[in-house]
């Protein structure tokens, strides 16, 4: 199977992490976190979503369970920020170098703050988008922590 170069870059850089990634391709996308259980057979909160804001114009990663939304004033008082929006779709490619609802947990051209709530730990293995809307790879959560550079913090509604 041939991938999509983007995901060929991301398995590029697992690699130089000193991870070896199954990716696996999925025509009718992947592009949700429901999209994305339905196609690989598990549960929507094995999903670790990969979200782009923008917090006081810095970019910022927030990877939350599937089933569950982030709180933004939670990831303002994680990142120290006055406001979190939301990061438009250039501004989230161009600080990932990944098109949004394909963005994965970690290969980004440059450091990017990463947080990620602690509601994943509810599997030990979980699932995540591999630089496109059609490709994911399943990663140990303790890897996925490590390899992206996540700090754990509450993130998520409720």
Same mark, same amino acid.
């Given at each position: 199977?041939?991938?999509?170069?983007?995901?060929?870059?991301?398995?590029?850089? !697992?690699? !130089?992490?000193?991870?070896?990634?199954?990716?696996?391709?999925?025509?009718? @996308?992947?592009?949700?976190? !429901? #999209?994305?259980?339905?196609?690989?057979?598990?549960?929507?909160?094995?999903?670790?979503?990969?979200?782009?804001?923008?917090?006081?114009?810095?970019?910022?990663?927030?990877?939350?369970?599937?089933?569950?939304?982030?709180?933004?004033?939670?990831?303002?008082?994680?990142?120290?920020?006055?406001?979190?929006?939301? !990061?438009?779709?250039?501004?989230?490619?161009?600080?990932?170098?990944?098109?949004?609802? =394909?963005?994965?947990?970690? =290969?980004?051209?440059?450091?990017?703050?990463?947080?990620?709530?602690?509601?994943?730990?509810?599997?030990?293995?979980?699932?995540?988008?591999? @630089?496109?809307?059609?490709?994911?790879?399943?990663?140990?959560?303790?890897?996925?922590?490590?390899?992206? @550079?996540?700090?754990?913090? #509450?993130?998520?509604? =409720?």
């Amino acid at each position: 199977m041939s991938l999509p170069p983007a995901s060929l870059r991301f398995v590029a850089a !697992a690699e !130089a992490l000193g991870l070896s990634v199954d990716v696996q391709e999925y025509p009718a @996308g992947t592009k949700t976190s !429901a #999209d994305a259980a339905t196609a690989v057979g598990c549960e929507v909160s094995a999903i670790a979503k990969s979200l782009i804001f923008m917090a006081d114009d810095k970019p910022v990663v927030a990877i939350l369970s599937g089933d569950t939304r982030l709180d933004t004033k939670k990831l303002a008082m994680a990142m120290g920020a006055t406001k979190v929006r939301r !990061a438009e779709l250039d501004e989230a490619k161009n600080a990932t170098g990944f098109a949004a609802g =394909g963005t994965p947990a970690f =290969g980004y051209p440059s450091p990017i703050a990463v947080f990620i709530d602690p509601q994943l730990r509810r599997h030990d293995e979980v699932w995540s988008a591999a @630089g496109t809307p059609t490709t994911v790879y399943r990663i140990p959560l303790t890897d996925l922590i490590v390899a992206s @550079g996540a700090v754990e913090v #509450d993130l998520a509604y =409720g």
